[in-house]
């Protein structure tokens, strides 16, 4: 299997929302962007299927020693084999890989945010980062668009976090600012046990509410910094935002009830909504 067939196979074997929007990219962008993203996730899948987090640590230490190696051009895994012929043509640098790697093991080492600053700086290694670095790929000549693309990736990011309050919480863990819940009496061991009668109380819904609400401000905050000029390159950021924000609505019309089960839209409908925003173009 060649490098570029192996970033594919596990770009369109993850199911995400990300794919669809590629599919609309020029051949070069598109490569790009898949393998960029086939890295996010071989990082990303180091924590959600080690359970040693000893091990989980040491592979993510031999990420960073694999990412060295290959920006000095050593690349040996499929993943930096198909992503460096492409990174210095569209600004995919060092850094930027460091910093998802980084947010990973955030992840190892802490399964709480004290508030939503501390949430904001992991959501920016996961997200925003991951954000600027799409929308270079994708073609941008303003310096408001990776501002546009990092608030974009914030408000998908926090779109996520709503959906898996569940799926988080089988695995311990609550990305919800503890001082969230304490305003809305939402007790952390209430959420690690996902159980009625207490798991959608008023309090709960309240405390949803207000995560939605904050993550659709910050997608209009995104919207409303993307340059003009740049609007028609940046298509497949919007398909994922348009994506994205359908999901939150549909997560809204269920009153959120996303402890014990988790929202999906059918792929069917994710390549929908993308090819509508396509022939659209917002």
Sequence with gaps: MTPEQYVQDKAAGSGSSFYYAFLFLPPRRRAAITAFYAFCREVDDVVDEIADPAVAATKLQWWRGEVAQAYAGRPSHPVTRALLPLASEFDIRAEHLAAVIEGCQID?????????????????????????????????????????????????????????????????????????????????????????????????????RFQAERAHATFDEAMALLPEADRQAQKPGLMMANIYRTLLREIEAQDFRVLHQRTSLTPLRKLWIATLTHLRGR
């Excluded at 990092?150 to 709503?162: D, F, K």
């Design 108 to 208: 190892l080492e802490q399964t709480r945010f004290l508030d939503y600053p501390a949430l904001q700086r992991y959501c920016h290694l996961v997200a925003g980062v991951v954000g600027e670095v799409a929308a270079s790929i994708f073609g941008s000549t303003q310096p408001a668009t990776l501002q546009y693309a990092h608030r974009l990736g914030l408000a998908m990011q926090l779109t996520n976090i709503i959906r898996d309050v569940g799926d988080d919480a089988r695995r311990g863990r609550i990305y919800l600012p503890l001082s969230e819940l304490q305003r809305f009496e939402v007790k952390a061991h209430e959420l690690l046990k996902r159980e009625s009668p207490w798991g959608y109380s008023e309090r709960f819904s309240a405390l949803m």
